[in-house]
């Protein structure tokens, strides 16, 4: 039997120096403001028995490397262990680039030192540890998430194919619109943190020269606003591989753009979670657990042609022409031309890593709640899969966790659908079969947690 629960949160300013290079494009830019902090928001929960964590960055991914030197770093200096630790990333494109990929260039010095200060956000958590009462929930929002991935005419699938395109037919996928959540106050009823997911790629900023961490910072800032600076409400995103804030059917259209289209979203997530917590049922204690695994997972294929087709491209991309392909892996709709040499550049370096390769699943209970953990941009699909079949009501699946495989696309994107997000590169590595196979790795981690009632 579990104890009084104990909570704490805290944040760790992770704003990096200015002309860092910044994330989420297909050429380097550098930071020239800040129109709002980085941050790392930390989650520690304690059963009295088992102590649980969780760490979300303004990052556009988290890197292994980052992952496993916050995680060695936690185990030693706040004895949570790795396995009961998920770290995650936001996916703003307004942060610091953490990984090479897509011609953007990391920055090894501020990837050397921010493990240190993701760390210092859990062990602050575990400083503020206090009794408290938790809740769980979930609202359902489905006007402002949208399938950017599009059947067209000519039987191909086209990411972003314009609102009102005359040769678009439909959305080639799902979207998750669960807003799930915990929430948590201290035993004399002041909100001391919340932690949620919802399935939206991202809502921007106005400069794409200023740090930001997005519509998630102001999705912090709008409930702050009301529930206290003391509580510390964390937005992580969900399955939103193929999903942003565009309808491109034209039937909802939006007036803002940049940061006022980003506080409007924030605004519309923040109204249901106000809601829905004056309604739940808290409890002062619940079973905490966690199990982490690693998985062997295959890379897309890279065959000798691929390499030699790559070759040509780069040593003259003026004079290479192509109207499909011009690589194997690629299904349905061509490589975009403004950026055939990125991809020719990415085919080289993904046939240079290890054909085998190995990930992280991961996946946390907290009372009849629980949450999964994912590694890379999941499909929509992918998340509503792992919810269908969960014993547990809700489970919030978060992606960007804990390692970055990029794209983890269905197995019908990358065999039958093709475009964007199915490309091979180091932004987009696992082959055919390995989103089923992560799918299938958290569905029976949930079902051993839930054995444990």
């Not at 979300?56 to 009961?84: L, Q, T, W």
Request: glycine share 8%; net charge negative.
């Amino acid at each position: 039997m579990t104890g009084q629960l104990c909570a704490g949160a805290a944040t760790a300013n992770l704003t990096p120096w200015l002309d860092i290079a910044l994330c989420g494009g297909f050429a380097q830019r550098q930071a020239t403001d800040v129109h709002d902090e980085i941050q790392a928001k930390a989650l520690v929960l304690d059963d009295g028995e088992n102590r649980i964590g969780v760490v979300v960055c303004d990052f556009v991914c988290m890197p292994r490397g980052i992952a496993d030197a916050v995680k060695e770093r936690v185990a030693e200096r706040s004895g949570i262990p790795p396995s009961h630790l998920l770290i995650c990333a936001t996916h703003t494109h307004s942060g610091p680039a953490v990984r090479t990929a897509l011609g953007v260039n990391e920055d090894p010095a501020y990837v050397a030192q921010v493990p240190a200060k993701i760390a210092d956000a859990v062990q602050l958590a575990v400083n503020g540890l206090r009794p408290a009462r938790i809740g769980w929930g979930e609202a359902q929002e489905d006007r402002v998430s949208f399938n950017r991935r599009w059947w067209m005419n000519d039987g191909t699938v086209e990411m972003i194919p314009g609102v009102g395109n005359p040769n678009s037919v439909g959305p080639a996928g799902a979207i998750d619109p669960a807003l799930t959540f915990l929430y948590l106050e201290d035993l004399a009823g002041t909100p001391l943190a919340l932690f949620a997911t919802f399935a939206l790629h991202y809502v921007g900023t106005d400069s794409p020269t200023a740090l930001s961490a997005d519509y998630y910072g102001h999705f912090t800032a709008k409930l702050q606003r009301v529930l206290g600076p003391q509580c510390l409400p964390i937005l992580q995103n969900g399955t939103s591989g193929d999903i942003n804030n565009n309808d491109y059917s034209g039937r909802r259209k939006w007036d803002d753009s940049g940061h006022a289209q980003a506080r409007k979203m924030a605004a519309v997530l923040a109204g249901h979670v106000l809601r829905e917590t004056q309604l739940l049922e808290l409890h002062d204690s619940c079973p905490l657990a966690a199990v982490l695994e690693t998985v062997p997972y295959t890379r897309k294929r890279i065959t000798a042609e691929d390499i030699n087709t790559a070759r040509q491209i780069l040593e003259d991309p003026t004079a290479f022409t192509y109207t499909s392909g011009p690589f194997s892996w690629v299904v349905g709709q061509p490589v975009w031309k403004k950026h055939i040499e990125v991809y020719a550049q990415a085919c080289i370096d993904l046939a240079a890593m290890p054909e085998v390769l190995d990930t992280r699943v991961q996946s946390l209970r907290v009372g009849d709640a629980a949450l999964v953990a994912l590694p890379g941009e999941i499909f929509a699909a992918t998340g509503l899969k792992i919810k269908g079949q969960s014993p547990f009501r809700p489970t919030l699946v978060a992606e960007l966790a804990n390692d970055y495989l990029g794209y983890i696309c269905t197995q019908e994107a990358l065999e039958q659908q093709g475009g964007y997000e199915t490309w091979a590169s180091p932004h987009s590595i696992a082959a055919s079969g390995t989103a089923e196979q992560l799918a299938a790795v958290a569905s029976r981690q949930l079902a051993g947690l839930w054995e444990l009632t």
